[in-house]
């Protein structure tokens, strides 16, 4: 009877960690899977915040720039050059779009990922030094 017994339990817990070992298998699926999307969509998921965050300091700059945009700030104080305000919203613009279509025809998607981060910095430049000229 205690065999029986023990043949029982042993035989419904064998049967509790196959289920447990199947739900564990089907979680590691899904998990692999969402990865492996991940992986396949780094491209786009890396450019998604540059392009938005490119977009949005043209769009700033574009209301904020004054007509004529100084650029090479001299120590005197005075600009070297100055350019046409659409110029310096679609100068830096274009600099980021072309480092993330490079990054869309590379193999190494960070390098290419990481100098649009950069190109990012010459519209806040742009604006710091226009806005507060020494």
């Known amino acids: 009877m205690e065999n029986a017994e023990a043949s029982v339990n042993e035989g419904s817990l064998k ?3 196959a289920k447990v070992k199947t739900v564990v298998g089907k979680i590691n699926r899904v998990i692999n899977l969402i990865g ?3 992986y396949r969509l780094r491209k786009f998921v ?3 915040p540059v392009v938005y965050y490119a977009l949005k300091l043209a769009a700033y700059n574009r209301e904020h720039l004054p007509e004529q945009v100084g650029i090479n700030l001299q120590a ?6 100055y350019i046409s305000r659409n ?3 679609m100068g830096p613009l274009a600099l980021t779009i072309g ?3 490079l990054m869309f025809c590379s193999r190494k998607a960070m390098y290419s990922w990481a100098i649009s981060i950069f190109t990012l910095a010459l519209p806040l430049l742009l604006l710091l030094s ?3 000229p020494t």
């Open 36 to 38: 492996l999307w991940l």
């Open 130 to 132: 226009n806005a507060y």
């Open 87 to 89: 110029m310096a919203v």
């Open 15 to 17: 049967t509790g960690f």
């Open 46 to 48: 890396l450019a998604a």
């Open 99 to 101: 480092c993330l279509v």
């Open 76 to 81: 005197t104080g005075e600009f070297a050059q």
